[in-house]
């Protein structure tokens, strides 16, 4: 694979990745394992919208994941496992073993009536197990839908039913730092609303007392052991669906976007290698959860498709201390870190000793995901971390992406804080102005679209392509549109300024205003809600909530509690609204839409500058939200 070893060499396989674009991704295809080579490299229409890449192909992804790395690599270790506690010893699996753990499973499924096309819930904790779950489900060409083990049941219910899941993997608990999480509870309370599941098999974690219902439930190791360790790889079209993950919409449900076997396992591999500037024997953790695309792509599929060791951490940055993540830096001898800017800022409020009582030479290469990240945490992160030694790899990209698409190459892209830098090698962003023109030239600011496809571009939501197409391909004709905010600079580098449509990023997580608006009105005594982003120091946005009630609350912080606990068993702790203002009415324009714009400047604190009011239906609603701004 052609990697660039210096900013010159980036611009050369730059200028050639989008002259000859086929040509370009054919030779990088060529070095996996397929089955049956590919017809065509691609075939797209952005109009339609539909996407195909390496169509008559034939493969399967865990065989470029495990089985090509053996014999060679039988002991070489696979998945390090650091658990949530630093008294439990951290295990091994070699890549002999991650071989024999993913056909028991998928041997598991196919045992319990799961075959190629099926739909399987995955809700675990961060344990090798949810990787084997994940490759199991690939083995036998069943569709994995893994959901974040921080959500409830209410947003568990709404993913299996989208996409009808057959069966459910979960553990009997989660620890998470000092708690431990009913896993098996939230999923019992859920799957009472989902008629499809027929099975659930539960992984002994916690030892925690579980409800099991006969007929229905069935315990991992139990399974496991009856099945055999050697387990035949489907053989997958290349379009073959290979997962769905939601993500959060600016309106309504949950999106289930839709990555398919080849292109997806294509862009994960090469981004990895790429960007990471990866090398055999390196040691690389990726501290997000596997419920995350980033989990999906940089904690199992990326690195084990290029043979490295991933490491899988299943506790919190802050337990037992604050120095836990640099704990294991040393501990392991990491050599690529890749981690939030919203755990950057937490850690770096904790004291420095926490970091210097650490060794942290190990470190090579630093990464950052999941928002922007703000100068003064880069310069933090470089200083303390990587101690002026390790560059900084601030990568851009969507779930909707699948994988890396902005971002610096380390050792070969000149850093800029706060920047995302360059479009790797065959990616064609377009920065556009808001008639729909693209923008030329250096020094301007618009939306961030692209231009031509990308072998991990998600193929559809799932169960609704008229809502992909709108989405993505109805704001600019002919170009995907990302949804974010983006300069380019005098240097031509990019600068993602943030997302300009109804969706926040708290903590580096999606999500949709509506989505938690419905939440919040589900309490009995709210009439209507309005939710916004405001800048959070630590969050980096925080959820600002504008409440209407039926009655004049009488008690505001018991309500207030109240609230937040209803949004946090609908979608889960992380969508809690941080600043709850009751109102009496919300700025609406004449047809009745609410001019979020408004909202945003007062949970922003800018009172004075509210631009225009002018089309509002009642322009008092707002000096009374002034007042009662927080
Ligand atoms: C949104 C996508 C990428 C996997 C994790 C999040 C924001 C992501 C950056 C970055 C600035 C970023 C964008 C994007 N975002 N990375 N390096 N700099 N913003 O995936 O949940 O699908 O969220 O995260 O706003 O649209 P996601």
New binding site residues.
């Given amino acids: 694979m052609k990697t660039p070893h210096s900013i010159s060499e980036y611009h050369d396989i730059y200028r050639e990745s989008i002259t000859h674009p086929e040509k370009f991704w054919a030779e990088i295809a060529d070095s996996f394992r397929w089955k049956k080579k590919w017809d065509k490299v691609l075939e797209w229409d952005f109009n339609k919208p539909e996407v195909k890449w390496f169509t008559g192909g034939k493969l399967n992804i865990t065989e470029n994941c495990i089985d090509r790395h053996l014999p060679d690599k039988a002991n070489h270790t696979a998945i390090l496992w650091e658990p949530n506690d630093p008294n439990t010893p951290a295990r091994k699996i070699t890549y002999k073993e991650l071989h024999e753990q993913v056909c028991r499973v998928a041997n598991m499924l196919k045992a319990h009536g799961v075959k190629k096309g099926d739909r399987v819930c995955i809700y675990l904790p961060m344990v090798p197990e949810a990787a084997y779950a994940m490759l199991g489900c690939a083995r036998i060409g069943a569709i994995h839908s893994v959901v974040f083990a921080g959500f409830s049941s209410g947003s568990l219910i709404d993913r299996i039913n989208d996409s009808h899941c057959k069966l459910v993997l979960t553990a009997d608990g989660a620890f998470r730092g000092d708690k431990k999480i009913d896993l098996k509870g939230i999923v019992n309370n859920a799957v009472e609303k989902c008629p499809s599941v027929e099975k659930i098999i539960v992984l002994e974690r916690t030892k925690t007392p579980v409800d099991m219902k006969p007929g229905r439930d069935l315990w991992w190791h139990d399974e496991m052991a009856k099945v055999s360790d050697t387990c035949a790889a489907e053989e997958m079209d290349a379009e073959d669906m290979l997962f769905i993950l939601y ?2 919409g600016s309106t309504g449900k949950p999106k289930g976007m839709v990555h398919t076997c080849g292109g997806y396992m294509v862009y994960c591999d090469y981004t990895f290698r790429t960007v990471f500037q990866y090398k055999p024997g390196q040691l690389f953790w990726c501290t ?1 959860d596997v419920g ?3 989990g999906h792509s940089y904690i199992v599929y990326g690195p084990l498709s290029a043979g490295a060791t991933t490491l899988i951490f299943e506790g919190v940055p802050s337990w037992p201390d604050m120095g836990r993540f640099w704990h294991v830096i040393e501990k392991h001898q990491v050599n690529i870190f890749y981690t ?1 800017p919203t755990a950057i800022r937490s850690l770096q409020t904790a004291s420095i000793d926490f970091v210097n009582k650490h060794d942290l030479s190990s470190l090579q290469v630093l990464g ?6 703000n100068e003064e945490a880069w310069h933090w992160y470089d200083k303390n971390i990587g101690k002026e030694k390790c560059p900084i790899v ?8 699948g994988g ?1 698409m ?2 610096p190459i380390a050792h070969v892209t000149k850093l800029k804080p706060a920047f ?1 830098t360059l479009p790797l090698p065959g990616v064609q962003p377009a920065i556009m102005d808001e008639h729909g023109n693209i923008m030329t030239g250096n020094g301007i600011e618009g939306r961030l679209a692209m231009q031509f496809p990308w072998p991990s571009i998600a193929r559809t939501i799932y169960g609704d392509h008229q809502r992909y197409k709108d989405t993505y391909f109805s704001t600019f004709r002919g170009k995907y549109f ?3 905010g983006c300069k380019r600079d005098e240097d031509g580098y990019y600068r ?1 300024t ?2 300009v449509d109804d ?1 926040i ?1 708290v903590s ?3 999500m949709g205003t509506a989505e938690i608006e419905s939440a919040i009105n589900e309490h009995s005594a709210v009439a209507e809600s309005a939710v916004v982003g405001f800048p959070h120091h630590l969050k980096g946005q925080g959820i600002y909530a504008f409440v209407i009630c039926y009655e004049k609350p009488r008690e505001e912080e018991k309500l207030r509690n109240e609230i937040k606990e209803t949004v946090a068993k609908i979608i889960g702790p992380i969508a809690k609204p941080d600043k709850i203002q009751f109102v009496n009415g919300l700025p609406k324009t004449r047809s009745g839409k609410i001019m979020r714009r408004i909202l945003r400047k007062v949970a922003e604190g800018e009172l004075s500058n509210l631009g225009d009011t002018t089309t509002l239906l009642d322009p008092n609603v707002v000096e009374e939200i002034k007042k009662g701004a927080h």
């Fill in positions: 993500t959060s997000a995350w695309i980033t939030a950052s995901v999941g928002e922007p990240i601030d990568t851009w990209w969507q779930t909707e992406t890396i902005i971002s995302a990302s949804g974010d993602i943030g997302r969706i990023i580096g997580h999606n």
